[in-house]
């Protein structure tokens, strides 16, 4: 599945796109400007970045200058959102680095071509991930209020949780799944979005402050639960 955070200031566009992607099996995030979309880029690993062109504060061209001159971006692709129809601002969005360019008003069918032809570009990256079963001793965490840990991949963790955590809180997670792997400290996390659901909320937290060795400890994890759970099937 791919990881796509979308970047605009007017939230009726946000909540199209949102809709649009996640009905295409997109994972995708949103923030209303660049700082907030710096923040979340900094905490964890997207595929695509999709922005608007003007925003308050900092421009997208702004934003997608920062991410190109940034090694650690350099597999993401980047389209610019926006109602500029002229020359000049489609050639100024490609100077600063844009892989594309798509046009306000939103069209689902061409959105989706767009992204389509992205990925065909630069594909997302396959990361592992790992459901838990809801008996298992690792599902249950703590995040100061009593939480069920529903997976755990490369780059965070998804949380079922009964109260709203604010996107960009530091949380502590406690698990077994932490004691299993030997780790007694765990890194520090973030919520990098927080999602209503129909009786309780979907809580996503990035690993923000692991190291190599960190993450090397969770894929070997991911990698020996996953064929257990085939091998039991």
């Not at 069209?107 to 032809?117: N, S, T």
Request: a positive charge; aromatic letters at 6%; proline letters at 5%.
């Amino acid at each position: 599945m791919s990881r796509i955070l979308v970047v605009d200031d007017d939230p009726d566009v946000l909540r199209v796109v949102d809709k649009v992607l996640r009905l295409s099996q997109h994972e995708v995030f949103t923030a209303v400007d660049a700082i907030k979309a710096m923040d979340l880029l900094n905490a964890s690993k997207y595929d695509l970045l999709i922005t608007d062109a003007n925003m308050p504060q900092f421009s997208g061209f702004e934003l997608v200058r920062t991410v190109k001159n940034n090694k650690r971006f350099e597999r993401m692709a980047i389209a610019m959102l926006t109602g500029l129809r002229e020359k000049k601002d489609i050639e100024k969005a490609i100077r600063a680095g844009v892989d594309d360019y798509i046009i306000k008003p939103i069209d689902p069918m061409l959105l989706l071509e767009k992204v389509d032809g992205l990925f065909k570009k630069k594909p997302p990256v396959e990361r592992l991930a790992y459901d838990l079963p809801p008996g298992s001793t690792y599902a249950v965490a703590q995040i100061s209020t009593p939480a069920k840990l529903v997976q755990i991949n490369e780059l965070g963790l998804i949380l079922r949780s009964n109260v709203e955590i604010a996107e960009g809180t530091a949380i502590k997670v406690i698990s077994d799944f932490f004691r299993k792997l030997e780790i007694k400290v765990p890194p520090a996390m973030k919520v990098i979005s927080c999602r209503k659901l129909e009786k309780e909320y979907e809580v996503r937290v990035a690993f923000a402050g692991a190291n190599d060795a960190f993450y090397q400890r969770v894929r070997v994890w991911i990698g020996h639960a996953t064929r257990a759970n085939k091998g039991a099937a």
